[in-house]
């Protein structure tokens, strides 16, 4: 299957998962492992990448020789706030640029401040970052993240952390019909139907952490998300058949049948 290509760089994984609400860090490079995922996201403002010395870090559980980190701005609540931690985040790691923003509008829904996000969005992308960003489902915000140069957009599928699945697939199809950066599914994902769902739409990609640190068996259900990425993927590919509203066919010639 050809490789997810984001900024430039490829990814043989088109699944992108999260690091928070794990039992620990034991358990987080397990989840990780079981995905297959390449790319994984922190949040800079919940994780300890270095910024805490003498306490236990994520780069000891999950290497950065080994995964590509996507510092994210999960908490910030203003575009100001947001770009300060992004900027921290390049200073620990040590001059990365690719980055995931994210401004929240209410600690309620989590439902993003889509004003506040493209502020953000466009100092961030003039100091040099290569930003992917989460968004809405609206096609024209989509667009005009695209149009300013964001690496990535990432509307979501439903609230983050509800599990609801993919509410409004019709807005999803617009935005990735339209957009030429790649198109990834973020929040609201709660069980591998979902991301193979995702993954038919024409999805470049699904990024997660609820679904699988919220799950009964978290490393089990990374496994899952996996294959239900590739299935989705194959499956777009492939083609669906056309569907036939009343009208039955056999699966199976009727030429030829014996006693005909």
């Not at 994520?58 to 950065?64: I, N, R, S």
């Not at 968004?135 to 509307?155: H, K, L, N, Q, Y």
């Not at 999803?172 to 709660?190: F, M, R, S, W």
Request: hydrophobic share 45%; net charge negative.
């Amino acid at each position: 299957m050809e490789p997810l290509i984001i900024a430039g760089q490829p990814f043989s994984s088109r699944l992108l998962v999260g690091t928070g609400k794990y039992r620990d860090f034991e358990q987080t490079r397990l989840a990780v492992e079981a995905s297959g995922a390449e790319i994984v996201t922190v949040a800079i403002r919940r994780t300890n990448i270095g910024q805490n010395a003498g306490e236990p870090s994520l780069l000891d559980a999950l290497p950065p020789s080994r995964y590509t980190y996507l510092p994210n701005t999960a908490g910030c609540y203003t575009a100001e706030d947001a770009i300060r931690t992004l900027r921290l985040a390049r200073e620990l790691l040590d001059g990365h640029s690719l980055v995931k923003l994210e401004v929240l509008g209410d600690p309620h829904t989590l439902y993003p401040n889509v004003a506040e996000t493209l502020k953000a969005a466009d100092v961030l992308i003039r100091d040099g970052f290569q930003v992917m960003v989460y968004t809405s489902d609206d096609p024209i915000a989509a667009r005009a993240f695209e149009a300013m140069g964001c690496v990535a957009v990432m509307p979501l599928a439903s609230l983050i952390g509800s599990g609801m699945g993919i509410l409004n697939p019709w807005n999803l199809q617009i935005i990735i019909n339209e957009l030429k950066v790649p198109v990834i599914v973020d929040a609201g994902v709660g069980t591998a139907s979902d991301a193979a769902i995702a993954m038919e739409l024409g999805c470049a990609g699904v990024l997660m952490n609820t679904a699988i640190a919220g799950a009964r068996d978290p490393v089990l259900m990374a496994s899952a998300m996996k294959h239900a990425v590739i299935a989705g993927r194959e499956a777009f590919l492939a083609g669906r058949m056309a569907k036939k509203i009343y009208t039955a066919a056999p699966s199976s010639p009727t030429s030829g049948l014996i006693g005909s």
